[in-house]
């Protein structure tokens, strides 16, 4: 349970859990609300996994360049997370979902141009059939 591949798939199925637990759970509410109720149980289950296994930290042991970064990511998360759930109140899962997952496509960008990170030419075109599939899989005909 070491390797990031199967940390990966696990990632992916439960992604896909919450597009189909989330269409059928916002049928009745708003997504914002939506999106709350489900940022509450995120946070109680992370809560009592980081007392559970010990791994709780104190604040203080943060450095400030971690709290920045952190913080942006989880604005970005909420933004992220409220947008997905519009997007899932308004139209079919199975065509929200792999839209949402052009951020694959965006990670790559941004980790090439932001981070320095670097990619064979078969990973690019892996990341451009991704975004090809995306939008065919967005396409109502």
Known sequence: MSSWQVWALFSAVFAALTAIFAKVGIEQIGSDFATFIRTCVILVVVAGILFASGQWQPLASVSSRAWIF????????????????????????????????????????????????????????????????????????
């Open 70 to 141: 952190l913080v942006l990511s989880g604005l970005a998360t909420g933004a992220s997370w409220l947008c997905y759930f519009r997007a899932l109140k308004l139209g079919d899962a199975a065509r929200v979902a792999p839209v949402d997952k052009l951020s694959v496509v965006f990670v790559a960008v941004f980790g090439a141009l932001l981070l320095g990170e670097s990619l064979s030419l078969l990973n690019w075109l892996g990341v451009l059939l991704i975004a090809g599939g995306a939008v065919l899989v967005a396409l109502k005909i």
